[in-house]
C-alpha cells in the first residue's frame, strides 16, 4: 500500500500534467483511484475538490470505443463520442474551474489499434492548466502493469509518458486531421 500512496501523492503533485505509471499488478488501480479522490478533497475546498474518473484502456483499442467510453467516463454530453473533434469541442466547453483527474487502467491497451498520432492527440486533449481563470486543470493518468507495458507500442511507463507530452508539430496535425475527415467521410 506504500507504493500506491506513493503513486497517488505524485499524481496529485501534478495537477494538469499526464502521469504514466506502473503497478505492481493490475488489481491495484482499484486501489489507486479510492486513494486519489481523498487526496484531491483534501486539498481543495469542498466544493472545489477534483473529479476521480476511471475509464479502461483495454475496452479502447480504437478511437470509436475509446470516445464512447472517454465521454461517460468524464460525464460529456452523447454527442462527444461521435468523433474526435466533437469530443474536443465537448471538452474545451467544460468550466474553467473543472479539475478532474482520468485514470486510465489497463493504459497499454488504450487505441492499440490505432496510429500512435491518435493516440496522441487524445492524450493531448485530455490534459491541461492550470488554467490562471478559474484554477482548473485536467490531468491524465495511464497506469498498466510492468509486462503490459513491455509489450505495448511504447515499451515503458516512462516511454508512453513521453510520448503523450510531446506536442503534434503542424504536419502531424495536418496528417491527422486529413485522416480524420477520411475517416468519418466513410461513416
Not at 454530453?77 to 467544460?94: C, D, H, I, M, N
Not at 487502467?105 to 490534459?127: P, Q
Not at 482548473?136 to 511507463?157: E, N, P, Q
Request: charged fraction near 30%; glycine fraction near 8%.
Amino acid at each position: 500500500m506504500e507504493e500506491i500512496e506513493r503513486i497517488a501523492e505524485s499524481i496529485a503533485a501534478s495537477p494538469g500534467q499526464v502521469v504514466a505509471v506502473e503497478v505492481g499488478d493490475r488489481d491495484q488501480v482499484a486501489d489507486l483511484v479510492a486513494r486519489l479522490q481523498p487526496i484531491y478533497d483534501d486539498g481543495y475546498d469542498a466544493d472545489d475538490g477534483a473529479d476521480v474518473r476511471l475509464a479502461l484502456g483495454s475496452a479502447c483499442s480504437t478511437l470509436e470505443r475509446a470516445l464512447e467510453h472517454f465521454a461517460a467516463a468524464l460525464q460529456l454530453p452523447y454527442g462527444a463520442a461521435r468523433t474526435l473533434w466533437e469530443f474536443f469541442e465537448a471538452v474545451s466547453q467544460r468550466p474553467s474551474g473543472y479539475r478532474s483527474c482520468l485514470v486510465v487502467a489497463d493504459a497499454a491497451e488504450l487505441l492499440a489499434d490505432e496510429d500512435e498520432l491518435i493516440w496522441r492527440a487524445l492524450a493531448d486533449e485530455l490534459v491541461g492548466g492550470p488554467r490562471c481563470m478559474g484554477g482548473g486543470w485536467d490531468t491524465l493518468v495511464l497506469v498498466d502493469d510492468h509486462t503490459a507495458w513491455a509489450r505495448s507500442r511504447f515499451g515503458s511507463a516512462a516511454d508512453a509518458e513521453l510520448a503523450a507530452k510531446a506536442r503534434l508539430s503542424p504536419d502531424e496535425y495536418a496528417a491527422l486531421q486529413r485522416g480524420l475527415e477520411l475517416r468519418y467521410r466513410a461513416d
